[in-house]
C-alpha cells in the first residue's frame, strides 16, 4: 500500500517529485504487459493525499515544476489506464496483509481456467498465495500467479524424487520471466529427518541449486518447529537458506493456553535460535471440524474465527506470513477427520470465516472491476496552485510488482482441457510430538 512521504529528500530518492505549488507527487512505475516496455506509467497525486488522481503515460507527458500545463492522454492507452487503476483496486484494497497457503486440490479438475477463478477470489482477501508445488498439472505456478498480478511463495515439492528437477526447473524458468511476482521460493516442506526422508546434506544441496537461478529471490525451506529446533544438521540446512519457514500449529500443541499464545511462545522459539530476520510464518491455521488432536485440542469454528482475528492482526507486522489453507481439502490422507477442515473456505469457496473489519477493511467479494470502453482523447487540466483536488471515490490504485508480470503463460500441458485430478501432494496436518511449545505437523514433502 502507499504511504505519505513529506520530505522532498526522500521523494526524490524514491523516485518522486513533489512540486512548490500544487504539491503534486509523480510515481513512475513500469507498465503492465499490454504498454510498450520503453514506456512508464506516471501516477500524480497530491502530497496530502496517498489518493492517486490521475494515470499519464510517460511518453505523452512532462509535467513541470509549475504544473500549470494541459495534458493529453492518448486514445490508444485510455483503456490500458483504466485497466491499471481496476486492477490495482480489486488486487489489493483492503486485502490481509498476509499470504494464505493453496493448492488446487479441491477442484474436480485443474486448469488455468480454474485456478484464475481461485486466485480472483483469494485476491480479495489476502496479499499473496504460499505453494506447494511450482506445477499444476503442467501449468507454471509463477506465470500463472503473475497472470493474475499475484504474488507467490513458490514451492519446491519433493514428495517424488524423479519429479524434483522438474519443480527446479519451473521455479528457474518461472522466476526469469516474472521475478516481481515471487516472494520466495521453500524448497521442500516438512521433509527433513528424522520426520522427512531427505538428509540436511540433500536438502542444503537443494536449496544451493535454486539459488543458482534465481538471482536475488529469497531460497530456503519449510520445516516443523521440532526439526528447525533440534533436528540433526539442522544448523547446516538453516546456513543455506535465507528464509527460514516455521510451520506453527498450536493445534498439535498440548498445554491450557490459548492457541495464539502457543503461536507467540513457537515465534519467540524460533526467532530467538535464528536472530536476524530469517524465520517466516508458513503455515499456522485451526480446524473448524472433526475430531480432537492427539494433544487434546478441539476443532471449533468459534475458536477458528478467534485465531485468526488474533492472528491478522500480528500479521500487519510480520509481512510475508502464511495462514493455512485457504480452501478444505477434499481428503483426510490417512490422517484424522480434521484435516479436511482448516480452509477458511469450503471445496465451492464459500467463506466460513468472517474477516475482520477496520485497519483497511475486508471487502466482501465482488465481481471485478470493469474496463470503461476506450473514448477520445480528452484534455486533462493540471491542478492549479493551492487549488484543492478531490479524491477518486474509488479505492486508491496500488502499483503493480515491480517487475512487470508477463503475459507469455505458458498453457496447461493438456492445452486448457480438463484433466483428471492426481492425489494430492498438499501438506496434511498430523501430530507432532508431545513437547511443550515445539508443535507442528508432519506433512508431504
Avoid at 71 to 76: F, L, Q, S
Avoid at 87 to 101: D, H, I, P, Q, R
Wanted: proline content about 9%; charged content about 20%.
Amino acid at each position: 500500500m502507499w504511504r505519505r512521504r513529506r520530505s522532498k529528500t526522500h521523494a526524490r530518492r524514491m523516485g518522486t517529485t513533489e512540486s512548490s505549488g500544487s504539491r503534486l507527487r509523480l510515481f513512475r512505475l513500469p507498465v503492465l504487459n499490454f504498454l510498450s516496455s520503453k514506456e512508464s506509467v506516471v501516477f500524480a497525486g497530491k502530497a496530502t493525499n496517498s489518493s492517486l488522481l490521475t494515470y499519464h503515460p510517460a511518453s505523452l507527458l512532462q509535467l513541470p515544476q509549475d504544473s500549470t500545463s494541459t495534458t493529453m492522454i492518448g486514445h490508444k492507452y485510455t483503456a490500458a489506464l483504466a485497466l491499471i487503476a481496476a486492477m490495482a483496486v480489486t488486487t489489493e484494497a483492503g486485502a490481509l496483509n498476509s499470504g494464505v497457503c493453496y493448492s488446487p486440490w479441491h477442484h474436480g479438475s485443474i486448469n488455468e481456467e480454474e485456478l484464475q477463478k481461485d486466485y480472483t477470489q483469494i485476491k480479495q482477501y489476502f496479499s499473496s498465495i504460499r505453494t506447494f508445488h511450482a506445477r499444476f498439472n503442467g501449468v507454471n505456478v509463477i506465470d500463472s500467479c503473475a497472470k493474475a498480478g499475484l504474488r507467490v511463495a513458490v514451492g519446491v515439492m519433493m514428495k517424488e524424487r524423479g519429479d524434483v528437477e522438474k519443480e527446479i526447473a519451473a521455479v528457474c524458468e518461472g522466476v526469469s520471466r516474472n521475478r516481481g511476482t515471487v516472494e520466495a521460493v521453500y524448497v521442500g516442506n516438512e521433509n527433513l529427518k528424522p520426520a522427512g526422508e531427505y538428509s540436511a546434506d540433500e536438502l542444503a544441496g537443494y536449496i544451493t541449486k535454486v539459488k543458482a537461478c534465481v538471482g536475488d529471490v529469497k531460497v530456503g525451506t519449510v520445516q516443523r518447529m521440532n526439526e528447525w529446533l533440534d533436528a540433526p544438521g539442522i544448523e547446516q540446512v538453516a546456513s543455506a537458506c535465507d528464509v527460514i519457514g516455521a510451520n506453527i500449529y498450536p493445534f498439535f500443541t498440548p498445554g491450557d493456553k490459548s492457541p495464539f499464545e502457543k503461536f507467540q511462545d513457537q515465534w519467540k522459539q524460533i526467532n530467538d535460535k535464528y536472530p536476524g530476520g530469517k524465520p517466516r510464518v508458513t503455515e499456522t491455521g485451526w480446524p473448524r471440524n472433526g475430531s480432537q488432536s492427539p494433544s487434546g485440542m478441539k476443532p471449533s469454528k468459534g475458536t477458528m474465527q478467534t485465531f485468526f482475528n488474533e492472528y491478522s492482526k500480528w500479521a500487519e507486522s510480520n509481512p510475508q506470513s502464511y495462514y493455512f489453507m485457504m480452501y478444505d481439502s477434499t481428503s483426510a490422507y490417512g490422517g484424522g477427520d480434521y484435516e479436511t477442515s482448516f480452509g477458511i473456505a469450503d471445496k465451492g469457496g464459500e467463506m466460513q470465516i468472517t474477516f475482520p473489519s477496520g485497519g483497511g477493511g475486508y471487502p466482501t467479494p465482488t465481481s471485478a472491476a470493469t474496463v470503461p470502453t476506450p473514448t477520445s482523447a480528452a484534455p486533462v487540466p493540471a491542478p492549479t496552485t493551492g487549488a484543492p483536488v478531490p479524491a477518486p471515490t474509488t479505492g486508491a490504485p496500488v502499483p503493480a510488482p515491480t517487475t512487470t508480470p508477463s503475459s507469455q503463460v505458458p498453457q496447461p500441458a493438456n492445452n486448457g482441457t480438463t484433466v483428471p485430478t492426481p492425489r494430492p501432494s498438499t501438506p496434511k496436518p498430523t501430530p507432532a510430538p508431545s513437547q511443550p511449545n515445539n508443535g507442528g505437523k508432519n506433512m508431504c514433502a
